[in-house]
């Protein structure tokens, strides 16, 4: 029951890292040369943002097993 909530609908965890990580690296490519500095930054804000979503979660998670 937990590995089918994890992989429902567009806000799965998996997912949004999937798709931070994409914009990041598009964001990376439109940078041609020095540009080391972006891509780590957009790379740990999309870490960060993905992490946030583990708690929330792991609260759905516990809601939905007392339903």
């Known amino acids: 029951m937990g590995k089918e ?3 429902e609908g567009a806000f799965s965890s998996k997912r949004l890292r999937e798709r931070m990580q994409s914009f990041a690296w598009a964001d990376a490519k439109l940078c041609v040369g020095g540009c080391k500095a972006l891509r780590g930054r ?3 804000f999309a870490l960060a943002h993905a992490m946030l979503c583990v708690p929330r979660w792991a609260k ?4 939905k097993k007392a339903w």
């Open 5 to 7: 909530f994890q992989n």
């Open 60 to 63: 759905l998670a516990q809601k």
């Open 42 to 44: 957009l790379q740990s």
